[in-house]
């Protein structure tokens, strides 16, 4: 596995990792507490992690200055 990771791609695809999906994982658990599911079963599961990454996207969007449509 070392040797992997210390290749090029390795090395580009751990970095790329680093940057893109961990600080999500990582606000979600540490600053929201949101440690385990509340909910049971796979779909459930499924549909509460979904409206965290709703919550996680309208935030971003904020955050940028898009402001949701009236309709």
Not at 13 to 42: D, T
Not at 47 to 67: F, T
Request: net charge positive; hydrophobic share 45%.
């Amino acid at each position: 596995m070392r040797k992997k990771l210390l290749s090029g791609e390795g090395k580009l695809k751990y970095f790329a990792r680093q940057y893109i999906i961990e600080p999500i994982f990582g606000h979600l658990k540490f600053n929201i507490g949101y440690r385990s599911f509340l909910l049971r079963g796979l779909e459930k599961v499924n549909s509460e992690y979904k409206l965290m990454c709703i919550g996680w996207n309208l935030k971003k969007m904020l955050a940028m200055g898009i402001k949701p449509a009236m309709i």
